[in-house]
Structure formats: structure tokens, C-alpha cells
């Protein structure tokens, strides 16, 4: 096996190693040594993937989120009907928020720490809103084709691409904090639906309903 190829899987192994432990001790309980000795690697090997615990956490939680916009990017990229996939998207996205729940903790507890470490705060909010743009970007543009399709009415597509991922955070925290995943499973239906309708033109708006009742 060449080094191109064995590298990556080394990296992987770093990786998942790091988020096994981090979920199971907390940031604070975490050690290097204990990831490391988990990745069977040195100390060294691991410090060249970060500098230091923060960093190491926060490539983890990157590493996290990049793989859940990949899953959600296959979705927006499929070609069909921008509506169709627009709930395809809301679908996919809560049960990835329903699995990301751990994840979201151990975010939360790096940001707490991100207010006493200037540079850390810096890589988090840039990381965040690359994360963001990666998925207003494609929802918007879905939108746009909708609106262009006259399946929807005109509207800010850009916020309401912004209120669907601060939809999508806001269930999230509920599922976080409450544990209720079907009653905030509830609400993210409720949402979507509540917006297709106001969105949806007149003669669409007729035809779902007419799907809904047979």
C-alpha cells in the first residue's frame, strides 16, 4: 500500500478516535494520550494533525459536520422537482439533527471555551460560516427554481433559506435540551408544511391538499 493511500486511513483513524473519546470523557476529561493510544499512533503523529486539544475538538466537530453537509449536498444535488427536494432535504436533515445531538454538546462546550481563546473563536465562527453557506447556497438556489417554475410565489429566497436552517437549529436544540425527538420531529413537520402552504401559488396549493386526502 503507497503512503497517498494509507495516509487518509490514518487521518480517519485519528479522527474517529478523537470523537469516541471526546463523546465518551468530554472535552475536559479528554487526554492526547488516550486518543492517540485509541488511534494507535504516537503523540507526535497526532499533534501533526492538530496543535493542540481546542484544535483537535474542533477538526472533530468539522470533520462531524462536513460529512452531514455531504449527506444533505447528495440530496440538493439530485435533479427533479426543486419542491420534491426541497422536503427531501427537510427529511434528511432531521434525522441528521436527531443523530447529531451528541455532536452538539461537545460544540457548545467548545464555544463556552472560544470566549476566553481569541484564535479559537476566530476558526470557529469562520468554520460555522463556511457551514453555512454550504447549505443556504444550494437551498437557495432550489428555491429561486421553484419560484422561476411559478411554484411558489416570489420571495426573499435568501431568508428563507436563513429561516430554514434557523428552524433546523432551533429543533435541534429542542431535541438537545428536551430529549422529545418526536415532539420535535412534530414541529419541523408542522414548520415545513406551515411554509409550503404559504409559499406554494394558489393551484399547487390545491393539488397537495388533494394529495393529502387520497
Given at each position: 500500500?503507497?503512503?497517498?493511500?494509507?495516509?487518509?486511513?490514518?487521518?480517519?483513524?485519528?479522527?474517529?478516535?478523537?470523537?469516541?473519546?471526546?463523546?465518551?470523557?468530554?472535552?475536559?476529561?479528554?487526554?492526547?494520550?488516550?486518543?492517540?493510544?485509541?488511534?494507535?499512533?504516537?503523540?507526535?503523529?497526532?499533534?501533526?494533525?492538530?496543535?493542540?486539544?481546542?484544535?483537535?475538538?474542533?477538526?472533530?466537530?468539522?470533520?462531524?459536520?462536513?460529512?452531514?453537509?455531504?449527506?444533505?449536498?447528495?440530496?440538493?444535488?439530485?435533479?427533479?422537482?426543486?419542491?420534491?427536494?426541497?422536503?427531501?432535504?427537510?427529511?434528511?436533515?432531521?434525522?441528521?439533527?436527531?443523530?447529531?445531538?451528541?455532536?452538539?454538546?461537545?460544540?457548545?462546550?467548545?464555544?463556552?471555551?472560544?470566549?476566553?481563546?481569541?484564535?479559537?473563536?476566530?476558526?470557529?465562527?469562520?468554520?460555522?460560516?463556511?457551514?453555512?453557506?454550504?447549505?443556504?447556497?444550494?437551498?437557495?438556489?432550489?428555491?429561486?427554481?421553484?419560484?422561476?417554475?411559478?411554484?411558489?410565489?416570489?420571495?426573499?429566497?435568501?431568508?428563507?433559506?436563513?429561516?430554514?436552517?434557523?428552524v433546523i437549529d432551533g429543533v435541534g436544540f429542542q431535541i438537545l435540551v428536551g430529549g422529545d425527538t418526536e415532539a420535535a420531529s412534530r414541529a419541523l413537520d408542522a414548520f415545513s408544511d406551515l411554509l409550503e402552504r404559504a409559499l406554494l401559488v394558489r393551484e399547487q396549493t390545491e393539488i397537495s391538499t388533494e394529495e393529502r386526502t387520497?
Open positions: 500500500m503507497s503512503p497517498r493511500t494509507r495516509e487518509p486511513s490514518r487521518e480517519r483513524a485519528m479522527l474517529d478516535a478523537a470523537l469516541e473519546v471526546f463523546l465518551e470523557k468530554g472535552f475536559e476529561g479528554a487526554t492526547i494520550l488516550e486518543i492517540a493510544t485509541r488511534a494507535q499512533v504516537g503523540k507526535g503523529t497526532l499533534y501533526g494533525l492538530a496543535k493542540s486539544k481546542e484544535d483537535l475538538c474542533l477538526r472533530v466537530l468539522l470533520d462531524c459536520f462536513q460529512r452531514m453537509m455531504g449527506d444533505l449536498a447528495r440530496v440538493l444535488s439530485q435533479r427533479g422537482e426543486p419542491l420534491d427536494t426541497l422536503r427531501h432535504l427537510m427529511e434528511e436533515t432531521h434525522q441528521a439533527i436527531n443523530q447529531q445531538a451528541p455532536i452538539t454538546w461537545l460544540s457548545m462546550d467548545l464555544m463556552s471555551r472560544a470566549n476566553r481563546d481569541e484564535r479559537l473563536r476566530d476558526q470557529l465562527l469562520l468554520s460555522f460560516r463556511t457551514l453555512y453557506t454550504q447549505f443556504f447556497a444550494p437551498v437557495e438556489h432550489l428555491i429561486h427554481e421553484a419560484i422561476d417554475r411559478g411554484q411558489i410565489h416570489d420571495c426573499d429566497a435568501h431568508s428563507i433559506a436563513r429561516l430554514l436552517a434557523a387520497t
